[in-house]
T-cell receptor
Framework: DAKTTQPPSMDCAEGRAANLPCNHS???????VYWYRQIHSQGPQYIIH???NNETNEMASLIITEDRKSSTLILPHATLRDTAVYYC?????????FGTGTSLTVIP | NAGVTQTPKFQVLKTGQSMTLQCAQD?????MSWYRQDPGMGLRLIHY???????DQGEVPNGYNVSRSTTEDFPLRLLSAAPSQTSVYFC????????????FGEGSWLTVV
């Protein structure tokens, strides 16, 4: 069963904020939301994760709605190197369920 | 992708052959896992382990065996390779339990002819 739903593709202008949405309407109270990205066919790279509160690190911000049924990953100033497939993942204890991801293209 | 090493990087097998994909990590992580990624798709969990001597199945375990005799190593065995197992395989490791981050290796490209 797919635990997350993401748009298949998005474009973003270089230097602008990229906002990537994710729906996880069946998430349980103790399940975390993680975001990874994959550039070409490299191993997925960790970006950020959160449970209830909004989170920020040097790469991105994660906004989780109060009912936890959706979240948004924000890349504040997208660069060409941010072009990748972004995966929103619900972590069920010991199993990461990858969805189909969003292919983000940053346009010069 | 610090500390997770996969070998080989590329492999071609004939149908029916067996082989082992190796995965090693030097971060003393309890959790290790194997995923496969087919063209244009996300990663799907094959098997995982939460510590030495403990393994469990993921979404797509059929045709694969794993064992975890040490904390560092988590090999994936293909018992009798089939063309449907042509894929890119990723190993990952991390702390056990929710809230911990997992780190991925660079992948192993397997073609079964």
């Amino acid at each position: 069963d797919a635990k997350t739903t993401q748009p298949p593709s998005m474009d973003c202008a270089e230097g602008r904020a990229a906002n990537l949405p994710c729906n996880h309407s069946t998430i349980s109270g103790n399940e975390y939301v993680y975001w990874y990205r994959q550039i070409h066919s490299q191993g997925p790279q960790y970006i950020i994760h959160g449970l209830k509160n909004n989170e920020t690190n040097e790469m991105a911000s994660l906004i989780i709605t109060e009912d936890r049924k959706s979240s948004t990953l924000i890349l504040p100033h997208a660069t060409l190197r941010d072009t990748a497939v972004y995966y929103c993942i619900v972590y069920t204890g010991n199993q990461f369920y990858f969805g189909t991801g969003t292919s983000l293209t940053v346009i010069p | 992708n610090a500390g997770v090493t996969q070998t080989p990087k590329f492999q071609v097998l004939k149908t029916g052959q067996s082989m082992t994909l190796q995965c090693a990590q030097d971060m003393n992580h309890e959790y290790m896992s194997w995923y496969r990624q087919d063209p244009g798709m996300g990663l799907r969990l094959i098997h995982y382990s939460v510590g030495a001597g403990i393994t469990d199945q993921g979404e797509v375990p059929n045709g694969y065996n794993v064992s975890r005799s040490t904390t560092e190593d988590f090999p994936l065995r293909l018992l009798s390779a089939a063309p449907s197992q042509t894929s890119v395989y990723f190993c990952a490791s991390g702390g056990s339990g929710s809230g911990n981050t997992i780190y991925f290796g660079e992948g192993s490209w397997l073609t079964v002819v």
